[in-house]
């Protein structure tokens, strides 16, 4: 039991659909954040919401649009997205503004665009 | 700059084999240092930290020493087992970063009996 949540856990989608993936996390965090993992690369950081203000963004193209509700939710709303955005993407959760504390991670979604 | 290189995988040993899994970083301050592992189809898993250095950690057998000197935290296991199979993320949180974290690439583990 992780404590973090991803839904859905597969998702299939043609470049003109828009789809939203979901994360909770029940382990009483007040940060929360987005990854893409790739293979052969490095974890990507895309978001980063504290509090539920959204304190980074690197540089991620607009068609990926996070949404964060509260500090146990997060979303990421997808709309014509590329063949080369099909990656693994990951939620993760933790405690804010100390760097000694580990993030917890979900489970991904597995997303292949058409 | 903040970064993590670990050693080029993948890696495949016998059970009851000795592991290492480079990993050194470059980084302002002192950060904070994490292994993390993969199990297929799952989300990463904190493996163990360390936040000081000469602090070890240590979790199911697997310990990583935080080296200042060499900037390194090398993840080490005395005897590997077949469920060990699994992709090992090594990571730093700067001091004073806020929560950013920087993952290396990960380096894959395949153990056969």
Redo the contacts between chains.
């Keep these: 039991e992780t404590g973090v949540t991803q839904t859905p856990r597969h998702l299939v989608m043609g470049m003109t659909n828009k789809k939203s993936l979901k994360c909770e996390q029940h382990l009483g965090h007040n940060a929360m954040y987005w990854y893409k993992q790739s293979a052969k690369k490095p974890l990507e950081l895309m978001f980063v919401y504290n509090f539920k203000e959204q304190t980074e963004n690197n540089s991620v193209p607009s068609r990926f649009s996070p949404e964060c509700p509260n500090s146990s939710h997060l979303f990421l709303h997808l709309h014509t997205l590329q063949p080369e955005d099909s990656a693994l993407y990951l939620c993760a959760s933790s405690r804010a503004d100390q760097s000694s504390y580990e993030q917890y991670f979900g489970p991904g979604t597995r997303l292949t665009v058409t | 700059g903040n970064s993590v290189t670990q050693m080029e995988g993948p890696v495949t040993l016998s059970e009851e084999a000795f592991l290492t899994i480079n990993c050194t970083y470059t980084a302002t301050g002192y950060?904070?240092l994490?292994w993390?592992v993969q199990y297929p189809?799952?989300?990463?898993?904190?493996l163990l930290?360390a936040?000081k250095a000469d602090d070890k950690g240590s979790n199911k057998g697997f310990e990583a020493t935080y080296r200042k000197e060499t900037t390194s935290f090398h993840l080490e296991k005395g005897s590997v087992q077949v469920s060990d199979s699994a992709v090992y993320?090594c990571a730093l949180?700067?001091?004073?970063?806020?929560?950013?974290?920087y993952?290396?690439?990960?380096t894959s583990l395949t153990v056969i009996p």
């Design positions: 950060p904070s994490f993390y189809g799952e989300g990463l898993q904190l930290k936040t993320f949180s700067p001091l004073g970063g806020g929560n950013q974290f993952f290396g690439t990960g």
